[in-house]
RNA sequence: GCCGGAGUGGCGGAAUUGGUAGACGCGCCGCACUCAAAAUGCGGUUGGGCAACCAGUGUGGGUUCGAGUCCCACCUCCGGCACCA
C-alpha cells in the first residue's frame, strides 16, 4: 500500500469500481436492496450551459453526501441526475456561434455528465434524460391536453415586452433599463393571446398545504405564502355618474371607505381605454405608461404618474361624486384592475395625493378621541372610525363586517377572498423549448392535437435570428391539417415556459423506463421526493409550480402523494472575492482570485493585491456571486485537477453550512487537502504497527479517546441527518483525528481504541470524501466496500462520564470553574463554587440574593 | 417599491433549547527538521493592559440572574418579484 496519498489514482479506482458494479442502480436487477425502505434523494437538475459551475459542484455534493448517509442507514436510495435542457442560452449560442441549439445543448450535456461522474456522485445513470427528449416533452403535451380536457386551460390575452426594432419579444433578463438588449429600442408593452393553466384554482390548497410542510424552511414557506397572498375583502361596486355601468374595485380596507377621495384604474383597463378613445391626451398619457417594462419590480419602482379620466364614480355610501384616475402603479392582473385610493390610510396612495394635489380625508384615528393627523404619512393601522355616518365610533374589525353587510344588502358589494397570484402564462414565443400541441383552424378555432400524433416534434435544425420565433417562419412545421375537419390548418409556434419542463421531471425520473404511460408504478413507489435540494433562488416560482403540478397529476390519478417534497434544503450561493483594474476611460479590467497575489500585514489583513502576470497593482473589490462579467468564477475541473474530487468536496461541505453562502479559497481548499493526506498518513502509520489485540480493560487516556470517538459520532449524526449542517461534522472530525494524532498508540489498549476510531471515521467522512473513503476502508482489511457498511451509531456506555466540569459566573461574569462528581447535588455545587479562591473574591462576602444552578453547565451566583 | 434572509477576530465560520463568545479551518507570527527551499511537525494568534482585570457579536434602546440568541427602532449587504434557469 502506497505511504503517500495521491488522489487521481485512488479517485479513478473508486470510480471504476462503481460503474463495474453499477453500485448505485436504485432498483438493481438481482433485486438487492428491494426489501429495505425507499429513500428518494434529489438534486435540482442542472440547464446544460457547457461546464460546471461551482454552484453546481456545491449543490450535488449536498444532495450526494445525502443520498450516501442514508444509503447506509439503510434505506434503498434513488438518486437520479438528468437535464433542463430547454431554454434561451441555447437560441442565444446559435446566434452568436452558428450552432443549432440541439447539437450545442447535447454536447454540453456529454461534457458535464463526464464532469459529474469524476466528481463521484452516486447517480442512477440509467435513469438519465434530457427535456428536449421528445420522449420526455411527449407526456408534457399529452398532460397538458389532460388539463384542458379538465377545464384548467385558457386561453387570453396578456401583456409582453415587446423590441419594436427586432420585432420580437423579450425576456424580462433581455430587457436592460427598458431597452431591448440587442437593438437598444425603448421596450413597449403589448398584449398577445396567449395559454395560461388555472393555477389560482389551487391556491387555498397551495396555501394550506404549507402546513404540512415542516420540512421545509420557514422562510421558503412565508415567501410563497406571501406570493399566494390570500387576503379576505371586499369587493364594491362603485357607480359611474351619467352611465349605467360601475366600476369594481377590491379592497381589504373597507373599514376606509368613507376616505376615498378618488379612483385608480390600470392603464390597460376598460375605463382607461374607453376615455382614451374619447381623448387625444389621455391616449397619448396611455401610450407612454405602456413604454416600460413588464416586471413588477420595474413598474413598482418606476416613478407614481397618473391622469384624470374626466369621469367620475359615485360612493356607494354618501353619493358623493369621486374622480377617476388612471395610474401606472395600479396593476391590471391583480384584483379588478383597479382600487379605491384611500390617501390618508394607505402609503402609496398618500404619497399620489400629494404629487397630484387630491384631497386627504382621515377617517381613521388610533383610538375614539379624533381621526389620526395625516399631514406627513398615512395612518396604516387599523384604529377607530371617525366621520363614517352610522360607522362612527366602530373598530375596523366591526366596521369591516358592517360595511361589507350593508353593501351586500344594498347589491354593491360581496365579501370575497383575493389572491395576488395569478393564473400561469405558459406560452413563450421561442424556438428552443417543448412545442404547444394545439392547431388552429379556420372553422374549428384551438384544436388539440390528438394523442396518436404526438409528440408534435420541434425541428432542431433551425437558426433563430433574433427577430421573432423561427418555428413561426418554418412552413414544414407550421402547415398542418385540422385534426377535426381535415382543412388545412397552422400549428401553434409558441412553446411552453421551460418551468414546465422541471415541474414533473422528478415524478418522471421514478418512472424513466416507461414508454406506455406519463407514469407509472415507481412513481408511486419513490414520490414524493424525501429530500431535494437546490437554490434559494427557486424558492417561490420553481418550487411553487412544482407543488402544483403535483397535484395536478394527483387529481389525474398519476400520483398519489399531495406534494412533491418532503424536505427541501436550500442551498446559498457560490461566491468569490473580485479584482479589478480602472483602464484610462473609466472601464474595469476584471482579474480572476487565482491570477491575483494578496499582500499581508504582520496580522495576516490584506493590504493590497498584484497581478500574477507582471506584478501591477489591482484594485480589491467586492465579495460577490461567481460571475464571467466580474471574472470572478474558478473552474471546479481545474480544482479537481490540482487536489482531487475529495478535497473538492471537503471543501465544499466545510466552508459554510449549506443554506448559507459559500466564499471560495484557494487556501481553504489546500487546508481541505492537507487534512486529506493526513487521514492518509494516520491510518498507514497505524496499520504499520500491525494487528489490534482486544484490551481487557481500558486506561483512563484510551476511556477518554473512546469517549471523545462516540461524542463525535453522537454530534455527527444529529448534524447530518438532523441539522444539515455538514461544516460542523466535518470539524468534529478534524477534532478527532488531532486527537488520535496526539495519544500514545504503544500502550495496547489505547492502539485498539485508534482502530475503533479510524474506521468510524472512514465511515462517517465517506459521503462526503467517498472515493479515499473507498481506499482507507479496504486497506483496514475489509472485504465489502465502504458504501455498503453501516453508518456508525454511538455507543451509550462509552458517553458516561464520572465527572463535570461546571462555569461559576457571579453576577453572570464568568469568574471561574469548578470540576463536581456528575451526580453531585445542587448544595454541594454552590458549596464547592462558593469556595473556589477567585469565586470568593468576587462574592466579597455579601450574602447571596440568588443562586441558579443549570445542570451540566453553569452555576450564577447574584449578590 | 413589495416579500424573504444575513451582519460575530485579519478571513471562512462555531456557539444545537436564553447559559463558558470565537470550536474547526485559513492566514499570519515563532520554533523544529533542511545546506536551502518546499513539504511536514510543534507552539501562539479578538482588542487593550505587565498583571488583576476591562471592553467586545452592524447601530441605538429594552426585557432577564444571564442576550450573538428574545422585543422595539434603525443602517448595510444579499436573494426573489411571475418571459434567466
Redesign the pocket.
Known amino acids: 500500500m502506497q505511504q503517500e496519498y495521491e488522489a487521481a489514482a485512488v479517485e479513478r479506482a473508486a470510480q471504476d469500481y462503481w460503474l463495474k458494479n453499477a453500485s448505485f442502480a436504485a432498483e438493481p436487477a438481482d433485486g438487492r436492496g428491494a426489501d429495505r425502505e425507499t429513500f428518494y434523494c434529489l438534486s ?1 437538475f ?2 446544460p450551459s457547457g461546464k460546471l459551475h461551482m454552484g453546481h459542484v456545491r449543490n450535488y455534493t449536498i444532495g450526494d453526501v445525502i443520498a450516501r448517509v442514508q444509503r447506509m442507514r439503510g434505506y434503498q436510495v434513488l438518486q437520479p441526475m438528468g437535464w ?6 441555447a437560441e442565444n449560442a446559435a446566434m452568436d456561434k452558428g450552432i443549432p441549439p440541439g447539437k450545442w445543448t447535447r454536447d454540453n450535456i456529454d461534457a458535464m455528465r463526464d464532469q459529474l461522474q469524476r466528481l463521484g456522485f452516486g447517480y442512477d445513470w440509467s435513469r438519465e434524460f434530457a427535456t428536449c427528449d421528445p420522449s420526455y416533452y411527449r407526456w408534457q403535451q399529452w398532460f397538458f391536453l389532460r388539463l384542458w380536457e379538465a377545464g384548467l386551460v385558457e386561453r387570453r390575452n ?1 401583456v ?2 415587446w423590441d419594436p426594432i427586432d420585432q420580437t ?7 436592460i433599463d427598458g431597452r431591448g438588449w440587442r437593438s437598444g429600442a425603448l421596450v413597449e408593452q403589448r398584449e ?1 393571446p ?1 395559454w395560461f393553466i388555472r ?1 389560482t384554482d389551487y391556491a387555498d390548497e397551495l396555501v394550506d398545504d404549507l402546513d404540512q410542510l415542516e420540512g421545509w ?4 414557506r ?2 410563497q ?5 390570500r387576503s379576505r375583502g371586499v369587493e364594491i361596486d362603485f357607480g359611474l355618474a351619467d352611465r349605467d355601468t360601475h366600476l369594481r374595485v377590491y379592497t381589504t380596507r373597507p373599514d376606509t371607505l368613507y376616505g376615498v377621495t378618488y379612483m385608480a384604474v390600470a392603464p390597460q383597463h376598460p375605463l382607461a381605454r374607453e376615455a382614451a378613445a374619447g381623448d387625444p391626451e389621455v391616449a397619448r398619457f396611455i401610450e407612454e405608461l405602456q413604454r416600460s417594462a ?8 418606476a416613478e407614481k404618474r397618473g391622469m384624470a379620466l374626466g369621469i367620475d364614480a359615485i360612493h356607494p355610501l354618501t353619493g358623493a361624486r369621486i374622480p377617476v384616475w388612471t395610474a401606472n ?1 395600479v ?1 391590471m ?2 384584483g379588478a384592475g383597479a382600487v379605491m385610493a384611500v390617501p390618508a390610510h394607505d ?2 396612495d398618500h404619497a399620489f395625493a400629494h404629487a397630484y394635489g387630491l384631497p386627504i380625508r382621515s377617517v381613521i384615528g388610533a383610538d375614539a378621541s379624533g381621526p389620526a393627523d395625516i399631514s406627513d404619512a398615512a395612518f396604516t393601522e387599523r384604529g377607530v372610525l371617525h366621520h363614517s355616518d352610522a360607522f362612527s365610533g366602530m373598530d375596523s374589525a366591526t366596521a369591516f363586517e358592517a360595511i361589507a353587510q350593508h353593501l351586500t344588502e344594498a347589491g354593491q358589494g360581496r365579501v370575497r377572498i383575493n ?12 424556438y ?2 417543448c412545442p404547444i400541441p394545439v392547431v388552429y383552424c379556420e372553422d374549428c378555432g384551438a384544436v388539440p392535437v390528438p394523442d396518436d400524433q404526438l409528440p408534435v416534434r420541434l425541428p432542431e435544425d433551425l437558426t433563430p435570428d433574433g427577430s421573432g420565433n423561427p418555428l413561426a417562419k418554418d412552413p414544414d412545421f407550421l402547415h398542418c391539417d385540422c385534426p377535426r375537419c381535415g382543412k388545412p390548418a397552422r400549428r401553434e409556434s ?1 412553446t411552453f ?3 414546465i ?2 415541474s414533473w421531471y422528478f415524478a418522471r425520473f421514478a418512472s424513466a423506463f416507461s414508454n406506455q404511460a406519463m407514469l407509472d408504478d415507481g412513481a408511486r413507489r419513490w414520490m414524493p421526493v424525501d429530500q431535494y435540494v437546490g ?8 418550487l ?1 409550480y412544482a407543488r402544483f403540478f403535483t397535484k395536478l397529476m394527483r387529481d389525474q390519478g398519476l400520483l398519489d402523494c399531495d406534494e412533491p417534497f418532503k424536505r427541501l434544503l436550500t442551498q ?2 457560490v ?1 468569490a472575492p473580485t479584482f479589478f483594474q480602472e483602464g484610462g476611460d473609466g472601464r474595469r479590467r476584471w482579474f480572476n482570485p487565482l491570477d491575483v497575489q ?1 499582500q ?7 493590504l493590497s493585491a498584484t497581478a500574477v502576470a507582471d506584478g501591477s497593482a489591482v484594485q480589491v473589490g ?4 461567481m460571475s464571467k462579467s466580474k471574472n470572478n468564477g474558478v473552474d471546479p475541473q481545474a480544482m479537481i485537477d490540482a487536489h482531487g474530487a475529495d478535497a473538492v468536496r471537503l ?1 465544499m461541505m ?4 449549506p ?5 471560495w ?4 481548499l ?6 486529506l ?2 487521514l492518509w ?1 494516520q491510518v498507514h502509520d497505524h496499520l504499520a504497527r500491525g494487528a489490534v489485540s482486544t484490551p481487557p480493560s481500558l486506561d483512563s487516556d484510551a476511556k477518554a479517546l473512546r469517549r471523545q470517538l462516540h461524542e463525535t459520532l453522537q ?1 455527527i449524526d ?2 447530518v441527518t ?2 444539515q ?1 455538514f ?2 461534522a ?6 478527532l ?2 486527537a488520535v ?2 495519544v500514545d498508540q504503544d500502550n495496547a489498549a489505547m492502539h485498539a481504541v485508534v482502530r475503533e476510531t479510524l474506521e468510524a471515521l472512514v465511515r462517517v467522512l465517506s459521503p462526503i470524501t467517498p472515493h479515499i473513503a473507498h481506499a482507507l476502508w479496504l486497506a483496514l482489511g475489509h472485504d465489502t466496500p465502504v458504501i455498503d457498511a453501516p453508518w456508525p451509531q454511538p455507543d451509550p456506555g462509552a458517553l458516561e462520564a464520572d465527572e463535570v ?3 461559576v ?1 457571579v ?5 471561574g ?1 469548578i470540576t463536581v462528581p456528575a451526580n453531585a447535588s445542587q448544595d454541594d455545587i454552590i458549596a464547592r463554587a462558593t469556595a473556589d479562591e ?1 469565586v470568593a ?2 462574592l466579597g462576602g455579601q450574602p447571596l ?2 443562586q ?1 444552578v ?1 445542570p451540566g ?2 452555576v ?1 451566583l ?1 449578590v
Not at 424552511?217 to 421558503?220: E, I, S
Not at 467586492?622 to 456571486?625: A, D, L, P, T
Open positions: 435540482m442542472p440547464y433542463d435542457a430547454f431554454g434561451l442560452p396578456a409582453v415586452n419579444v423579450l425576456a424580462n433578463e433581455q430587457v398577445i396567449q393555477i424552511p420557514d422562510a421558503v412565508t415567501m405564502a406571501n406570493w399566494i397572498g413588464t416586471s413588477e419590480a420595474a413598474l413598482e419602482t402603479f396593476l392582473a391583480y402609503e402609496r389572491y395576488r397570484l395569478r393564473d400561469w402564462g405558459v406560452s413563450r414565443q421561442r428552443w423549448g409558441d415556459d421551460t418551468f419542463d422541471s437554490g434559494v433562488e427557486h424558492a417561490v416560482l420553481h411553487l446559498g450561493m461566491v494578496l499581508r500585514d504582520e496580522r495576516g489583513a490584506v467586492g465579495i460577490e456571486k471543501f466545510f466552508a459554510a453550512p443554506d448559507q453562502s459559500l466564499e479559497s484557494d487556501a481553504g489546500e487546508g481541505a487537502s492537507r487534512f493526506r493526513r498518513r454530534k444529529a448534524d438532523r441539522r449542517v461544516n460542523t466535518v470539524a468534529a472530525c478534524m477534532e483525528l488531532n494524532s496526539r466540569t461546571l462555569v459566573q453576577n453572570g461574569k464568568l469568574r470553574r477567585a473574591r468576587h440574593r440568588k441558579i443549570v453547565k453553569l450564577n447574584v
